[in-house]
């Protein structure tokens, strides 16, 4: 292994992402490989647990991204890489992480490991202050963010009477608390009423929205880990 081996590796990587389907994986995993996402995060085993996280995380291969690379070390089968990727045209978010890749006799990656790092976080994210605020009279148009610290942000979303509910799936697990109004939130199809104390949950990726709404709703959001755009949709 060296450092060219390394960033081929990393060139059919991108590849692959920018690729439909997920049947370039096998040229760069081995079957059992292990994929983390940082350090401390639930390993994802063998190649098709790999292959259905990698259809759930990215948008797709249209994707708009951009991508850096540049080796640091590589040592007998492991090789570490600075990686930066842009993702948007405009950029709307981007992340700098270092790859570590252990390599099996045949090139491809047994393990894979991420250290991701972004602008919200840093490299040590300070430790929020304690906070108390209004939800009631917290000027959000239609989100605005009251705390975001190392492990979650949160804010306040509201939505007028009739309005539409143009949100996205998050790639962060969310709580809504509704402090006033009523609507259906739909997630993954099934529709429930909610109202002021409703408190629900929605899974990372999960397709979720408001309708029905009767009245302003207006809804305390806690994103764990920390949402990354800052807003919400």
């Known amino acids: 292994m ?3 081996d390394l960033l081929s590796w990393i060139a059919a990587y991108e590849r692959a992402w920018r690729s439909p389907g997920t049947e370039q994986l096998a040229r760069i995993f081995t079957e059992d490989a292990v ?23 990215r948008d797709g291969p249209d994707e708009v991204f951009t991508m850096e690379r540049k080796a640091v070390s590589v040592s007998e089968d492991t090789g570490v890489a600075r990686v930066e990727v842009r993702y948007g045209e ?11 890749v252990r390599f099996a006799p045949d090139g491809r990656a047994a393990t894979f490991e991420e250290w991701p790092y972004w602008p919200e976080q840093g490299w040590a994210p300070e430790k929020a202050e ?3 605020v209004d939800g009631t009279t917290v000027p959000a ?13 949160a804010g306040v979303y509201v939505l007028p009477a009739g309005g539409r509910d143009m949100q996205l799936p998050h790639t962060e697990d969310e709580v809504y608390v509704v402090l006033a109004g009523e609507a259906v939130l739909e997630v ?8 002021r104390g409703s408190v629900a949950y929605v899974p990372a990726r999960a397709v979720h929205r408001f309708t029905g709404i009767t ?19």
């Open 215 to 233: 009245s302003e709703l207006r809804v305390a959001v806690v994103f764990a880990p920390p949402e990354n755009a800052g807003v919400a949709g």
């Open 35 to 57: 994929y983390l996402h940082s350090p401390y995060a639930r390993p994802v085993e063998g190649l098709e647990a790999i292959a259905r996280m990698w259809e759930d995380d």
């Open 188 to 195: 993954a199809g099934e529709r429930t009423a909610v109202s």
């Open 130 to 132: 304690p906070l108390v």
């Open 2 to 4: 060296d450092v060219d």
């Open 90 to 100: 405009p950029v709307r978010q981007e992340f700098r992480c270092l790859w570590v």
């Open 141 to 153: 148009t239609p989100y605005e963010e009251v705390v975001r610290s190392g492990s979650l942000s």
